[in-house]
């Protein structure tokens, strides 16, 4: 008995108990069905089978849900069981030929799919099946039946439309399948498969204006499609239109905090402005973080960028107990213990990593390095041997090494020869050089060590400890004003107290009043160095006679070149909404040039006079003009900051007596004040100037500075 005999006529025998079991089952395979339990679905439907083993119905179903469980043996029992059913059905065949499609037996499917179309010639079912196959197999043949089904069903015909543009893709034909695409998308428009597949056409044709035209269209369907919009983006870098890439990764970002596409552009774009911050915020949303170490440490090297050092050794240590035994991850965990000023778990984890893999040659370098600044000197030092061992011509290792045992008086000769080899394989590198003259130095060949930390100091101005040990061996030399500038350097070049400025202090003593004054011009000179150009997006602020305003500006500067010809010039033009200019401000070798102001009760004369004053103090600091100005006399107080008087201005120096800190350019009370100082090369760039006198103050802030600046003069120091 068949579940078809279930419609019968009130009067008809009740039903037998193996039918009511075959309902039962078939209910409860329909139910799981619903909730998408596949293989549930499945075993209820062979249960229903069983009790009423000759429904072609029952096994119909069954055959479908073990294809959609994944079951492929399974279905083609079915299918073979159905087709001995129902020998002569059409449908038979075109199951058994969809569970050997979907084994990939080709041939065997085909022939069903050939059986169910003689039984059936005008099944849509078969001939959008069979079209599908051919179209791998032969697909010439594929386009006959597949245009003869749109011949027969015109307004049913998107899924052939479908198949033939598959096959005009596969071979070549993208005019073709475009059209096709087309035509399937006129009689259903809102076919997601069929827009994927226009767009993924123009792509291939490379017509990208006309994919994000599609994708866009897919987007009008399905608004919140982040993986649609990330697609948008990419084409939109790929032109290089980088705003637009940017909007697209950005609203995807919105829709969804997690997505790892826009999680990632977005992190790696912040990380090409050098915004390491915005890189470590976009990134640590991704939900690939989950899954994926390397991602991990890229977010602990932005928040590391960033200065977010506790953060990153935070995301190392969760990832570290994630993938306890990636060797990676332990490693750079030891790197941020260490700079954390954690060494002891540095070592324990370094130790770890080289354990499970000796041959890790940065584990065992950052180990030995860990030791030295520990002072296990004898643990350290047979780290560094073994890495030379591995490698002889390892420079960084040598100069290490070298230096590390110079540093403590130990070993000097070999020391020296560790170091030399450095030199040698890489003699461009200062820090060899600082090495190389410091180890000269403890030897007590100070003529030597001098001359190559001169060296390394060009080469590497804005390292403080070179600077250091050039005052140490020019002191020794017997060249003391040249030493105190060097300490001088160094102490500048660092916030924090340096033994170098307490050498300074000390050997200032030596000098006289006279001499003083000229060595700190000379200093002051070579610290803030000689502009050749600059220019400034600004932001300036101020207040006078009692009004504030804040206005955008630019500030540019050009040098002559020629110390002391005061030819320079230097603008400021105050800018207005959409860069409207305002007022300008120019001082060059012509004269000073000033748009007219007025300010309620205050003098215009004197305005114009006081940043006329201003303006010439300004382009003589960064021209390097107010440092060769004599005489120059050297002053300090009982409880006040340090100063100069030189050419008849006062310049002001910060509480270390390293920077100067204002200037005044006469006997008034103007005065320009430095601030927020950039170091660049070796040389102080300050980013804030204030002018300041009474009744007014103005200051401007510069921002994407950029500039050049003049080779240092000789000055023959002693």
Known sequence: MTLAAAIVPVWAAPPTESFKSAQRYFLRATLSEHRGDYAGALEAY????VADPDSAYICGRAVDMALEAGNLDQGLRLAQRLVAIEPKSAKAQLALGRVLWARGDAAAAQAAFAAALKLDPHSSETML???????ERAPDQARELLNRFIHDNPDSAAEAHYQLAKIDFETGRLDSAVAQLKAGIALEPESLPLHYALAQAYETRTDTEAAISTYRSILELDPSNVALIDRIGELRQAQGRLEEARAQ????HRLQRSDPVSCLWLAADAESQGDWGRAADDLKTSAALADDPLL????SYYATQAGRLEEAVRILEAAHARWPGDD??????ALGYDDLKAPEKALKLLRQVLALKPDFRDARYQLAACLERLNQMEESEREFRLLLVDKPDDASALNYLGYSLADRGRKLPEAERLIREAVRLSPAEPAYLDSLGWVLYKQGRSTEAAAQLELAARRSPEDATVWDHLGDALAAAGRPQAAWRAWKRAEALTETPLAAGRKAAKLQGRFTAEEMGPLYLAYLAEAHGRLAKLSAVCRVVGEAGGQRFSYDGLLTFRGSGKPGSRQG?????????LFVPLLRVRLGGDGFVMDAIRVAGLDPGLIRQAVEGMFVSLRDYLSGDLFIAQPALYRKGWWWK????AGGRRLDLDAQGARLAALTPGPGPQRLVLGDFRKVEGRLVPRRVSFQGPGYVLTIRLDQLKFEFLPEMDRGAK
């Open 642 to 645: 340090p100063w100069l008087e």
């Open 46 to 49: 062979e249960a229903a089978l």
């Open 328 to 333: 990676q991850i332990d490693y750079y965990l």
């Open 569 to 577: 010039e230097l603008s400021l033009d105050l800018l207005g909404p």
């Open 249 to 252: 990764f950005e609203e995807a």
């Open 129 to 135: 099946s069979l079209g599908g196959l051919l179209g």
């Open 296 to 299: 991990n440490q890229r977010l």
